[in-house]
């Protein structure tokens, strides 16, 4: 996979955070938003049937399900990174 593809997607992951930072607003805690985005490079098959096999799933499956009950907190260091 070529670098600028993983570049691209932690960029667009950053985005989406800071858009939701802006959304969540003055919104009061229990009406906001709040996610994790998880980056993997792996491969990933589409079966026939349009599910998703592969450790890039498995990963993902293992993080959601072992996933920390706290607050996500920005990691201050992920866009010095990227850039």
Same mark, same amino acid.
Do not use: W, Y
């Given at each position: 996979?070529? +670098? ?6 932690? +960029? ?10 802006? +959304? ?11 996610? +994790? ?5 792996? !491969? ?23 996933? !920390? ?5 920005? !990691?201050? !260091? ?6």
């Amino acid at each position: 996979m070529p +670098r600028g593809i993983v570049v691209d997607a932690v +960029r667009c992951a950053i985005e989406v955070q800071n858009a939701m930072v802006e +959304r969540n607003a003055g919104v009061p805690e229990d009406r906001r938003i709040v996610f +994790r985005i998880g980056i993997h490079l792996g !491969d990933v098959v589409e079966e026939a049937d349009g599910d998703l096999m592969g450790d890039g799933v498995n990963i993902a499956a293992q993080l959601e399900k072992d996933r !920390d009950k706290t607050k996500p907190e920005k !990691d201050k !260091d992920s866009k010095k990174d990227v850039e």
